[in-house]
């Protein structure tokens, strides 16, 4: 969704007639963008991904009918007051692949869908600003299919909640993952999407492995930032305390026992670090003596990592990086096979 930012913003100042599709109920398909959208528009433009572009013909078609309905009603409204707007014309239309198309699209599976269609100028504006300043946000969008009608708005993860649907909102933004449910109610369908900021990786130190979790970090969508003193930790943390994920790969007593304070003192939502049991045992000692309660130390994850066997930077790197991946998605790691529920809650 974020990717759509600049492209919205520059279809909103045309005045053209676009469409933000996206999922709402999803079978199959297999491992897929939660994030997945699609901004399309009657002239057949489409820009963003949504199951590898195999429905990009019919979403297409259906902005066309759309756009059709809408200029025979006289148009959409666009945005009202406190961050809110409802379109004139919303619908959700029934998608399906099997077998050889699912194959031909590269898709690992086939699938099917309910696409959300709803008229980019029904969508707040500060949606879009609030997505490209990296902010965590969710969206809620309240359907009426009776009238083909959706009213949407906003919700950050400061905001108090209202309803089940800004319950819903916080705790798909607390997972710190890109996320979307559909709550069915007496008012209809109500579709909650969530994009947190991305994690931001802190890496103390550097080297070899430093560089391989900057770019598998990166690689994931994540954002890293290698620092080497104390100073320089402090600060970025401080500005990133909602997003950072520190990983302390220094042995230095004078910086790594200081960062690993200041960031759990901050409260950023993963803070790990790289040594032996000695020096694990080392920085405990140095924590406990800047005052550091118990309860905090639990929170460190030292030694870093799971336990995948890894014995090349790569590998460590990988086991870092999967291990801050569970922590944020608040799963405790383990085989699929040995899970029980849905693959992707």
């Known amino acids: 969704m974020r990717e759509l930012v600049e492209t919205a913003r520059q279809w909103l100042a045309e005045g053209r007639a676009g469409y933000l599709a996206r999922p709402v109920t999803e079978q199959g398909f297999g491992p897929r963008d939660p994030a997945g959208a699609v901004l399309v528009d009657a002239r057949g433009e489409c820009v963003g991904a949504l199951y590898r572009g195999v429905f990009d013909a019919e979403l297409i078609a259906e902005a066309g009918a759309m756009g059709a309905m809408g200029a025979a ?12 707007a409802s379109g004139g014309t919303a619908r959700v239309c029934e998608v399906s692949v099997r077998g050889a198309e699912a194959e031909a699209a590269k898709l690992t599976c086939g699938g099917q869908a309910e696409v959300l269609i709803q008229p980019l100028a029904a969508i707040p504006a500060e949606w879009w600003e609030l997505l490209g300043e990296g902010v965590g946000v969710a969206l809620v969008t309240r359907l009426n299919e009776a009238a083909d009608q959706a009213t949407s708005e906003v919700v950050r993860a400061t905001d108090a909640v209202r309803d089940e649907a800004g319950r819903r909102a916080g705790e798909l933004l607390a997972v710190r993952r890109p996320g979307r449910d559909a709550l069915y109610g007496d008012s209809g369908l109500v579709l909650v999407e969530a994009y ?38 402090a600060r970025v943390i401080e500005a990133r305390r909602d997003a950072a994920c520190v990983v302390m790969l220094s042995h230095d007593e004078e910086f790594d026992v200081p960062t690993l304070r200041d960031a759990l003192a901050a409260g950023v939502p993963y803070v ?52 801050i991946l569970g922590v ?18």
């Open 328 to 345: 944020l998605g608040a799963r405790k790691a383990g085989a699929l096979r040995d899970a029980e529920g849905p693959l992707n809650p």
């Open 73 to 84: 009603a006289g148009g959409d409204s666009g945005a009202g007051a406190g961050g809110r």
């Open 196 to 233: 947190p900021s991305a994690p931001y990786v802190v890496i103390g130190g550097g080297g070899e492995l430093a560089e391989i979790i900057e770019r598998q970090a990166l690689l994931l969508g994540w954002e890293a930032v290698l620092v080497t003193d104390r100073e320089e930790a």
């Open 272 to 323: 790990g670090a790289l040594g032996s049991r000695r020096t694990t045992a080392r920085r405990r000692e140095g924590l406990i003596g800047a005052g550091v309660s118990e309860a905090r130390l639990a929170l460190v994850h030292g030694p870093i990592g799971l336990d995948l066997g890894a014995r090349t930077p790569a590998e460590t790197a990988l086991a870092i990086c999967a291990e």
